[in-house]
């Protein structure tokens, strides 16, 4: 799969088996991460929580689940894994730039996700819910500063990726001439 197959095919997978990935495709994935360019090249006000611990999982899908008033659904899907990206505070960086920052390790760990073949969508919505729990955020082991921005879901799934159908200018344009 060349870098264009692995754009057009991307897809937010929301049905996991449950199963998790290997160490393996998890070094893939979070090379991916490192392999992201950051403003200023400043790696160090970025920072990446590999969350698999079952509790926890369901701790913040509860929450998550809580936060949007719907108490039977699940907003991490049963994925097996959950990538937070947190940020430094807002206050410490330029503008929106973290927020461009972690949207963009985001997506590079989706591509990654995508050639392998492993299920990953991006998640923002839960990302709320964790920030109003101090008891999440005093189990996330955070360095000092670091806020929770964005995150991954990854496991495997039964979706095999294929080129998908991506209209012309769906993202409307103009041009200066
Ligand atoms: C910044 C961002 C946040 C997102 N947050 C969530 C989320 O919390 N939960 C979810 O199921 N999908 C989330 N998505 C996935 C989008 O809903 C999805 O990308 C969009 O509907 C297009 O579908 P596709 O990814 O299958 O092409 C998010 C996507 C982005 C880019």
Redesign the pocket.
Known sequence: MNTFEAICS?????NYTGEGVSSEELDKILKAADAAPIEMGQYESMHLTVITNKELLDEIDGA?AKMFGKPNIH?L?GAPVFILVSTKSQAETIGNVAYSNA?IV??NM?LQATELGIGA???????AAINSSPDIISKLNLPEGFIPC?GIILGKTDYEYKL?YIPSERIARNAIE
């Not at 991307?10 to 929301?14: D, E, G, I, L």
């Not at 969508?121 to 990302?127: D, P, Q």
């Open positions: 991307r897809k937010s997978v929301r998550g907003p899907y949207a985001v997506q989706a969508c991006h998640i923002w919505g839960v990302v964005c998908r």
